[in-house]
């Protein structure tokens, strides 16, 4: 969503709420511990099914703090957007100690503002610390204003949420012909990866989000493969700790499932052992491996 939509958008809950003299609402998508949520298969990822309504009441104690954070937070995304500048969820706990314990709590406002406006997180310019790493013979273009600026990823970088936002096109570097794209769990493969020029004896892009990844390094990926078309693999410890990041990339997370079809990578291959290969091969009971195979059968990736 373009910033002059969430503007106008916001600008319409601040005249309701004047307006109604009772308190504002928002049409959201019902709460966590409620939500009800169902894989399609033409997507290939899951998605939300049905909406209840957000009321504030100003006569609830509860119902007033929730509305005084949500209220603040507006305010900040619309100036934001105004000025086309960018904020940190940590920066704004720090600011506003008295109003958001912690960062998780802006998260939660932040997750029920998209969700009544209709957007993405990244339509609100306001993102998580960076985290994610990428590195390959390729670059990518985004544009701001009229002005195209270009991030060369032949050394490793670090995957910029405010970049990944934008409308990207992806330019192959080399004349050789780029096989696949390889996912790695944790960060410090990836630097030795990179340190043992990897990608470059392989003829590949290589990511990390460095363990869960962030939303920037799951779009960045979404929008990688959609427009390159390549073989997406997964390199990632054998236990539930593993498999469970890989459902962020392969099937979004349940706090995210109203924007999976711009985060998901559905069709990413997992490189290594199966939870099928473990029984197949009767590996002994109690090893790390067998105990994380009830997780792994729940998450229902490729059993």
């Not at 409620?34 to 998605?47: A, D, N, S």
């Not at 473990?278 to 990736?301: D, F, V, W, Y």
Request: aromatic share 10%; proline share 2%; net charge positive.
């Amino acid at each position: 969503m373009k910033a002059e939509e969430v503007c106008d958008n916001i600008e319409k809950n601040f005249e309701k709420r004047f307006s109604d003299g009772v308190g504002n609402y928002f049409e959201l998508e019902t709460n966590c511990e409620k939500q009800k949520t169902v894989y399609v298969e033409e997507l290939h990822c899951h998605v939300l099914k049905g909406k209840n309504t957000y009321r504030c009441d100003y006569d609830n104690k509860q119902s007033i703090e929730v509305f005084t954070r949500i209220d603040l937070l507006l305010r900040l995304i619309y100036i934001l957007l105004k000025i086309d500048m960018t904020a940190n969820i940590r920066s704004i706990q720090y600011s506003y100690k008295e109003t958001f314990a912690n960062t998780i709590a802006v998260q939660k406002v932040f997750e029920r503002i998209c969700k009544a406006i209709g957007c993405d997180k990244d339509s609100l310019n306001i993102f998580v610390s960076v985290k994610g790493s990428i590195v390959g013979d390729i670059e990518f273009k985004f544009t701001k204003g009229e002005t195209i600026y270009t991030t060369n990823c032949q050394k490793a970088i670090r995957i910029e949420p405010r970049d990944v936002a934008m409308e990207l096109e992806f330019v192959k570097l080399t004349k050789k012909e780029l096989l696949l794209i390889l996912v790695v769990e944790k960060d410090k493969i990836f630097q030795r990866l990179v340190e043992e020029k990897f990608h470059h004896r392989f003829r590949c892009i290589i990511i990390t989000g460095c363990r869960v990844p962030t939303i920037a390094t799951r779009t960045l990926l979404h929008k990688a493969q959609k427009q390159l078309n390549f073989l997406v693999v997964f390199l990632r410890d054998q236990n539930g700790g593993g498999f469970k990041v890989c459902s962020n990339y392969y099937c979004g997370s349940q706090d995210m499932v109203y924007n999976s079809i711009n985060l998901c990578t559905p069709n990413i291959k997992l490189l290594g052992l199966s939870p099928s290969d473990l029984e197949e091969h009767g590996t002994p009971a109690g090893s790390e491996p067998m105990r994380g195979l009830k997780t792994i059968k729940q998450l229902n990736l490729v059993y």
